[in-house]
């Protein structure tokens, strides 16, 4: 079975995604692993279709238990929904719950803190998105994925405002 959705995640085809994840949530015998896995490539692909409310409800599922990957990445992209439908109170009330949870997947938290700071900035309150990116930039340990630089360019340029949109 775990072959098999591998397989259908490889060929990326949407149709596909979503009825090998039925198939895996239907048996009673999958691993859960797989089953969350299954859960989340569908909530994907329902996101991209625009079916945002089964994506989210999908998604809120697996943002039970944000000890799973699945689950951090879940909370990340319910907050980034909210965000991008303009719920930002929704979207920030979000961040402070997934931080509640103590997450050891720390990537996904600090892409919503970069959220936050964005929902800051967009509330013209630009010292508290300052603080916030800043406070990735300093507690954020993994240098390679790309969170630090992430941080690093926001920061800058609310430093320097007139370089921000080139």
């Known amino acids: 079975m775990t072959s098999y959705f591998a397989s ?7 149709d596909m995604i979503v009825e090998a994840a039925q198939y895996v949530e239907a048996q009673g015998d999958a691993p859960a692993a797989l089953v969350r896995r299954a859960r989340l490539e569908r909530a994907k692909v329902e996101e991209r279709r ?4 089964l994506a989210v409800e999908i998604y809120n599922i697996l943002r039970a238990n944000v000890a799973n990957v699945e689950g951090a990445e879940s909370a990340y992209r319910v907050v980034e929904i909210a965000y991008e439908s303009g719920n ?7 961040v402070y719950e997934f931080a509640g949870k103590n997450t050891p997947h ?9 959220l936050l700071g964005d929902i800051f900035v ?4 630009l010292f ?11 507690g954020y340990t993994n240098k ?5 630089a992430e941080a690093k360019a926001r920061v800058e340029s609310l430093n320097n405002p007139e370089t921000a949109n080139e």
Request: no cysteine.
């Open 8 to 14: 259908v995640m490889e060929s990326g085809q949407s």
């Open 144 to 148: 390679k994925d790309g969170i630090i």
């Open 50 to 53: 625009g079916n945002l409310n």
């Open 128 to 138: 508290q998105a300052r603080a916030t990116y800043q406070s990735v930039v300093d």
């Open 122 to 125: 967009i509330r013209d309150n």
């Open 88 to 94: 930002y109170s929704g979207a920030e009330k979000l």
């Open 106 to 114: 720390q990537y996904w938290l600090a892409k919503s803190f970069l």
